[in-house]
RNA sequence: GACCCUAUCGUCUAGUCCGGUCAGGACACCGGCCUUUCACGCCGGCAACACGGGUUCGAAUCCCGUUGGGGUCACCA
C-alpha cells in the first residue's frame, strides 16, 4: 500500500456542491488513476450545526455527474472506514487523548465569553491575534481532574513556541513559519467533535492517503497539522496546495459574483466532460498547449508540476465557448440523450404540464406559456420591468430586498418543494415586514419575465433552485438601473 | 494589522529551472472571407513581461527592494 498513490476529496456537506470542490477533486482523481491508485471520497460532516445528508447527497450526485467516481466513500465502502467523519468518532477521541498523554495536547476550559475578552484585548492593542496558552499550565493532573468531574473544555494542540515549522508544499517549495505566531488550535470542541485539523491529518493517515491535494486557503495552518504527523510519529504526506478559483475581481470565489453551484451546471445546460475539460484548464496546461481534452488524456498528461500559481478567474465566456464545441462534436443523436434528460424527459414535462393545463386552449399554446421553463435566463420588457419594482420601492430598494430574500432565505433551503419555498417567501416578509403582496408580484416576474403565471410557489418547485437563483440574480442587477 | 502565498495581453496561459526568437496560443473584442440569414468554420487585427535598482555584451527569465492582488488569523471546513 505504500507505493499506492491514494488520494481524496474531502467536502463538508454543508449547501450546494461547490465547483471548486469539483476542481480539486478532478486533479486529485486524476492522479490517483494516473497511477493506479485509488482516489476516495471522505465526508467531512463534523461540524453538527452544518452539516446534513440533503447536501450529502448532492455531492455524490454532483461528481457522479461530472464522472469523477471514487473508489472508497460511505456509500461504496472500502477497506479504511467508515468514510464519514461523523462515524468516526472513538478515533478522533482515541488518538486525541493519545496527544494529551504525551503532553503534546492539553485540555483548555477557557469559556467562550474569556476567548472573546481575550481577542477583543488584542484587537484593541493590536497584538497578535490567537490563544494566550492559558490552560497551558494547569497541571496534567489537576486538568484529568476537572475533566473526569465533567467541566465543559475543548482539547488544544501544544504547538512548540519557539523555532520555526519548515513545510513542504509540492509547488511552492519551502515554505518556513515562525510557531510564535502559530495557535494552539483547538483540536477537539466541547461537543466532543474534532475539528477539521485533527480529523483531517488523522483519517488521511489511517486511510494512506499519499497526496494531500487541496485548496491554497489552508496552506497557512499547515504547520499545525505537520506538528500533528510529528507528535503521531507519522510520516508526511505529500502537500500540494492548488490555486483557488477567483472571481472577476480576483477574490475568491464566491457566488454572490459567480456561479458556483455544480447544480447550477448541470441544469444550465452544460456538459460535464465540458465543465471538467474547462476546470483542467485553470493553472493547468497540456504539454502541447491542446485546450480541448478528455479526462483520461488529461489523467495521462498530468503532472502536478506543471500547475501555475497564479489564482486563476473563472471565466463563463470561455466556459460557453469550450462547451458549445463539445456540442458540435455531438451525434444530433447525443444531445438528443441529454435534453431528454432534463426538459424533455417525460418526469419534467408532467410537471410543467399541470401548470400550463387550464390555462391553454390549443396543444400550441403550450409551447408559447410555458417557454419560461425551457429557457435560461429570462428577458424583462418595459411592462415587466414596472411590475418588478416592489410597491412604493424603488429600484435599488426593490434589489436590495430580493438579494435578502435570496441570499438569507433562498440560498439556504435544503428541501426545495412549493410547501418550503413559500414558507422562506413568509418568513422573509414577516421578518422585514413586507406584505406578500408586495413582494410576490416581483419574484414572480424575476423568475419568470411575465406577471401571469401559474401559481408562484409551483412554478418555483418546478424550475428548480438554481434557476430561480440565477433569474433573481439577473433581476436583481437589472432593478439597480431602474430608478 | 500580522503572517503566508502570488505577479506575462481585459481573461486562461506558453516561455522562467539551463539568460540571447518580431514574447507564442486560446477566450473576449474588432475587421474580412464563406453564406439567402444567423451560427459554425477560415483569415487577419488589437492587446502583456507590475515598478525600481542591480548582475550581464544581452534579463520576462538570475539577485535585491517596492508595489499590487489573494489567503489565513473560529469550539467552520
Redesign the pocket.
Known sequence: MSDTVRTRI???P?GDPHVGTAYVALFNYALAKKHGGQFILRI?D??RT?SNTASEEMIFEALRWLGLEWDEGPDVGGPSGPYRQSERSEIYTEHAERLVATGDAYPCF???ER?TEL?AHQREN?L????DGHCRSIAPEEAAARRSAGE?H?IRLAMPDEGETTVI?L???E????NA?V?DQ?LV???G?????LA?VVDDHLMGITHVIRA??????LPKHVRLYEAFGWDLPVFCHL??L?N?????ISKRKNPVSLNHFRRAGFLPEALLNYLA?????MPD?R?EFTRDEFIDQLTLE?I??????F?L??L??LN??YM?DLEPQEILERLKTLWLSDEYLLKVLPLAHERIETLQDFFEYAAFFFTGDVDYDDAARKKLLAKGRTGPQTAKLLRQLLEDFIDPLLQWTAESIEDALRRFCEKYEVTAKEIFMPVRIAVTGRAATPPLFDTMAVLGKEVCRSRMRRAIEVLRTIK
Open positions: 474531502a467536502p463538508s454543508t467531512e463534523t461540524d452544518r477557557c469559556t467562550r476567548l481577542r493590536k497578535a491575534l490567537g490563544y465543559d475543548v508544499d509547488l511552492r517549495g515554505i518556513r513559519i515562525d505566531q495557535d483547538v470542541k466541547s461537543d467533535f474534532p475539528t477539521y485539523h483531517n491554497e486557503e489552508w496552506i497557512s495552518s490555486p483557488l477567483r472577476a475581481d480576483k477574490s475568491k484548464l485553470m493553472g493547468w496546461t498547449e485546450e506543471r501555475s500559481l497564479g489564482g486563476p478567474v471565466d465566456d470561455k460557453t465557448w458549445g464545441k458540435r
